[in-house]
Structures are given as structure tokens and as C-alpha cells.
């Protein structure tokens, strides 16, 4: 499975259309791509917002959706996805998609970039502690490319594969139990509204050590 990241940055539509390309790009070759916009956990709360669920409850829960969030993230790398794509389109990387991608380098994951942005801030090159990630410091330009690169990146890791550092295991722990409970949210049929999605979400991270830590 590949994580898809950056795609949370609010992108003019022809960005968020070419995210959406390099997703239907992997998914036609076999892989299975979890892309935060389309099944992360701001894209099930505000697909649900209504009367039941106001901007009160968002404020009353931040710190928890923040968590919640973060857990997500965290579990879908380190758990369920076997190689994460940078979409490093922008003036800059996107900051919280440069974060997972030095998470997933850490624990062994291969990251492949994905870039066709011209823009930098050094003269032309990416930042070397960006590109690094990488392994050999290369970009993909084109979305047809990346499933042949994400299939070399994951043979070169095959046996590269490290323990996951204990406060990324916390946040991966709470991240696997807010996954099942937005599964069990999207369900058909399912009788679990909004704001009783927001008090599972609330439980789960007041019962776990990673949202204790915040304490």
C-alpha cells in the first residue's frame, strides 16, 4: 500500500486534480493508496458536518481531532503503507509531509518524490535533507513513472527494515484505533452519527498514552 502525502495542501484544482491523477496512476498498477484527502479524518468530519455537527463541537474537541489526526498519520505509515509518496509540488514541501516522509525513512520505509514544480529556494536544487530521503537524492516528473519507481523503491528496502521508536509506536497504537472507528463510521448503514464519532474519537485518545503525553 502507498501513502500519497502532501495532499492535504489546499492546491488550486489542476494540483488537486494531478494528486488524484498520481493516485488512479498506482491504483491502476496494482497498489492500493490511502491519500489523506479522500480517507483521512478530516475528509469523513467535513463530508458529515450539518446541524448535529457545528463548529462548537470542533472547538469543544481540538485538541483531540488534533491527535486523532496526528495517530492516523502516523499508523497509516508505519502500519498499513508500505511506501510513501512525497508530492513535493509547491513553493515549498509541505511541512507535515516532509515529517512523515523523515518517519517513514526512519523506520525503514522507502519514499519516493514526486515533483514537476519548478520552484526552489536553492538556486534550482531541493533542500539535500528533502531530497536525501529519497536514498539516491532522485525525483519522479512524470505520474506514469512513479509505479515503476515505487516498485524499485520497495525492493531496495526490502530487507532495510527497523524497530519503530516508542513515541512513534504511541501515536501508531492510537492511530489504528481512530482508523477502525471511521471504518466502522463509513460502514452502510452504519447508525453512527457525527458527534457519537467525535466521543468514540474523544475516549480512544484520553485512554491512550500519546494523548496523556499532551498533559
Not at 501513502?3 to 497498489?31: I, K, N, T
Not at 525503514?108 to 539535500?128: E, I, S, W
Not at 519507481?149 to 521508536?165: D, F, Q
Request: glycine share 8%; proline share 5%.
Amino acid at each position: 500500500m502507498i501513502d500519497l502525502s502532501a495532499d492535504q495542501v489546499v492546491q488550486p484544482p489542476a494540483d488537486q486534480s494531478r494528486s488524484l491523477r498520481v493516485s488512479s496512476e498506482s491504483s491502476g498498477r496494482g497498489f492500493e493508496v490511502y491519500l489523506r484527502s479522500r480517507d483521512g479524518i478530516g475528509s469523513v468530519l467535513s463530508s458529515s458536518a450539518g446541524p448535529e455537527c457545528d463548529s462548537g463541537h470542533e472547538r469543544q474537541y481540538r485538541s483531540v481531532l488534533e491527535s486523532a489526526a496526528f495517530a492516523l498519520e502516523v499508523y497509516q505509515l508505519v502500519h498499513r503503507c508500505d511506501c510513501l509518496v512525497f508530492n513535493m509540488n509547491g513553493r515549498v514541501p509541505d511541512d507535515g509531509a516532509a515529517f512523515l516522509a523523515a518517519v517513514a525513512f526512519a523506520v525503514g520505509k522507502p519514499v519516493v518524490l514526486y515533483k514537476r514544480d519548478h520552484r526552489t529556494k536553492l538556486y534550482g536544487n531541493d533542500n539535500a535533507m528533502i531530497s536525501g530521503l529519497s536514498f539516491d537524492f532522485s525525483t519522479v516528473k512524470e505520474p506514469a513513472k512513479l509505479p515503476a519507481e515505487v516498485t524499485r523503491a520497495l525492493g531496495r528496502c526490502e530487507e532495510s527494515r527497523y524497530g519503530t521508536p516508542p513515541l512513534v509506536k504511541l501515536n501508531a497504537d492510537l492511530g489504528r484505533k481512530v482508523w477502525e472507528s471511521l471504518e466502522r463510521f463509513r460502514e452502510p448503514g452504519s447508525k453512527v452519527g457525527p458527534i457519537d464519532l467525535y466521543d468514540e474519537l474523544a475516549a480512544a485518545c484520553e485512554a491512550s498514552e500519546a494523548f496523556q503525553l499532551r498533559a
